[in-house]
C-alpha cells in the first residue's frame, strides 16, 4: 500500500505530538526519529499489506520498546486499533503503555530492555525458513543499543543460519538516554562491524522514503540478513528536541507547547482531539 508519505509522516508525528500533551510524559524524541523508518515500512509497499492480519504476515519488531509512540501511531492509522484509542497513551488501564506489549494487536514481542527485540526476531525468521514460508521479518533498533552484547549474539546467529528474511534498521541518531553515543561509548565503525559479522549492510537516510524504500527493496534481494543503517535527527520535527540530549525521555511542558504549535501551525486546542 503506497500513499504520499510525506503527508503521511507529517500527520502522524501530529498524533505523536497529541499523545505526549495528553499524557505529558515518554520518550517523545525517540519516537519522533523513527517515524519515517515506520512509515515506509508500512506504507511505502515495503510490507504485504494484504497480509498484514493474518499468519503470513510480514513480522515488524520495535527493539527500541520506549520509541512506541511511533509504533502506536502508525499501527492506528493502519487500522489496528481505533485511532481514537491513541490519546489513552500512558493513561491507566492503557493497551498503549510505555513500551510494547503483546496485548494491543500489530506488537509481535513485548521490548523494553534493550537488545532483546533483535534476538527474538531471529526466531520469527529462522522459523519461517524452517517452515518454507515468505513472510520477512523487520526490526527497528536504536545505535545506542548496540552497546548490548546480546545484539551482537543476535547478529552472529543470524548470520550462520543465512536469515536472508530478515532486516534490521538501525535508527542511527547519535544519541542515548544522556547523552551523545560518542561521549559514552563509541559504537563505530558500525559498517565494518556489522559486514564482519556477515551481514549485508546499506547506507541511507532515515528520513529519505526514496532511499528507504531503495534500501529495503535491495535488502529483499540479498542473500545473508542485512542491516539498514539509517541516520536520523532524534526528536525530528520539533526544533526544541531535535539532536538535544536533555530530550531523551521527557514531553514539553508549558510554553513549550506554543513553539510546538506555532511550528506545525496549528492550535493547542488540536492537541486534545483527533
Known sequence: MAM???????????????????????????????????????????????????????????????ACAALYAVLARAGYFPREELLTFYQRNTRLGGHPDIALPGIET?????GHGICFATGTALAAKVDGRSYRTYVVMGDGESQEGSVWEAAAFAANQGLSNMTVVMDCNGLQASAYIEDIS?????????????????????????????????????????????????????????????????????????????????????LTRL
Request: hydrophobic share 35%; with cysteine.
Open 4 to 66: 504520499n508519505l510525506e503527508k503521511t509522516a507529517h500527520e502522524l508525528r501530529l498524533d505523536i505530538l497529541r499523545m505526549f500533551y495528553i499524557s505529558g510524559t515518554g520518550h517523545m524524541a525517540p519516537a519522533l526519529s523513527c517515524v519515517d523508518i515506520f512509515t515506509t515500512l508500512y506504507f511505502g509497499g515495503v510490507i504485504a499489506w494484504e497480509n498484514r492480519f493474518s499468519e503470513e504476515r510480514d513480522r515488524i519488531v520495535l527493539s527500541k520498546g520506549h
Open 110 to 114: 513485548a521490548t523494553g530492555a534493550l
Open 186 to 270: 563509541s559504537i563505530e565503525p558500525l559498517k565494518a562491524k556489522w559486514e564482519s559479522f556477515g551481514w549485508t549492510v546499506l547506507e541511507c537516510s532515515g528520513h529519505d522514503f526514496s532511499e528507504l524504500i531503495q534500501s529495503f527493496e535491495r535488502a529483499k534481494a540479498t542473500e545473508r540478513p542485512t542491516m539498514i543503517l539509517a541516520r536520523t535527527i532524534k526528536g525530528k520535527g520539533v526544533s526544541l528536541a531535535e539532536n538535544n540530549p536533555a530530550w531523551h525521555s521527557r514531553a514539553p511542558k508549558g510554553e513549550e507547547w506554543d513553539k510546538i504549535c506555532e511550528e506545525y501551525r496549528i492550535r493547542k486546542e488540536e
